[in-house]
């Protein structure tokens, strides 16, 4: 059986784009006469960002924490504010504005409202039933691919796993990459997040499952967060509109990752680390399995001067070691789409928590 691939719906590129915001929601409010939910990273309350957007005074403007990953528990929260909020009439378009757990938390909150039950029902591949309300990306900070890619990604603290809602119904229908939006991003958060595209792009196509599209669209990617990431300043106008470009690619080939993300996983479950910086320290003690992808990383910390602090998991108790450990082995396919089936017997407990006592 051949895989029906599905894409972003429509996608907007460029400079200044967001002052077409008002439109393209203009239209959607003439399909559907409800009110429109608005997620925006809570960073931006009280900015000019809010007061430019087209709120009008039936709508709703929810803002999300960031500090911590998207979880279960903080999307059924949200599903259920949004869902009191309408009272069972249906949003023209549910919009996001933030980086990838506000995009995430959006994605993952339009599946509750047409589909019943709770978040961790539905993380998993191909679980979800009836299509989300329509959706619309506004990213604020480029990498990690959420705008374009088919998952919103949540941890399941009582399961101990990090896993998305993975299907086509969470994929946003129009997105729209304004560079302007990331000029003020602290230096290292562009950073840590940029370089999420890098690191699922390489994983991909130096895994085992493969496909051409993917493998062009990650090609493209890897070639511009080397451009950028390797250039004087990763935050240059230029760079700042390729990033959204590459992160835009790299979520679209987000299919199969490797061992970088499991071993974020870890951290981000059980130190409840931000995933583009997880990512980091999780390259860095991974140089025997991505040789050639270490030596870059590492040639572009130095570049930006980047600092990644050493000693984030010393003292920590055998039981937190165990939970690390059990929070990156869980993720079967990515490890054995890098290490092969037998990834377990590289991947000991032992050599496992060694690497974690390195970051
Ligand atoms: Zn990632």
Known sequence: MYRNAKNVGYYMIGKGCLSQLGDLLGARRKVRSGPAVFFVDRFFEGRDLVASLPVESRDLVVYVDAAAEPTTESVDGYA???????????????????????????KCVGNLLTNPGKAEDYQGWELVRHPAPYKIAVPTLSGTGA????????????????????????????????PDLTATVPRNQY?????????????????????????????????LSKQIFLSRDMMSDENREKLMIASFLGGMAAGFVG???????????????????ANCYALSVLEDIYPEQYRDFMTM??????????????????EQYTALYEATIVHEKPLSNRLGPDFRN??????????????
């Open 346 to 359: 590289i991947l000991t407990k032992e050599n496992v928590v060694e690497r974690f006592k390195r970051m």
């Open 147 to 178: 705008e374009t890619s088919r998952t919103g990604i949540i941890c399941n603290e009582a399961k101990n796993i990090k896993l998305g809602m993975n299907s086509d119904f969470t994929m946003f229908d129009q997105v729209l990459l304004d």
């Open 259 to 277: 061992v970088v993300h499991p071993v974020s996983a870890g951290l981000s479950m059980v130190l409840h680390m931000r995933h583009g910086i």
């Open 80 to 106: 259920a504010q949004v869902r009191d909020f309408l009272g069972g009439a249906e949003p023209c378009a549910l919009l996001a504005f933030g980086g990838g757990s506000i995009l995430d938390t959006c």
């Open 301 to 318: 910390l130095e570049r930006q001067d980047i600092e990644l602090p050493a000693g984030i998991c010393r003292g920590l108790t055998e």
């Open 191 to 223: 950073f840590y997040t940029g370089i999420d595209t890098y690191m699922h792009c390489f994983e991909s196509i130096t895994g085992s499952y493969r496909n051409v599209v993917v493998d062009s669209l990650a090609e493209k990617a890897i070639d």
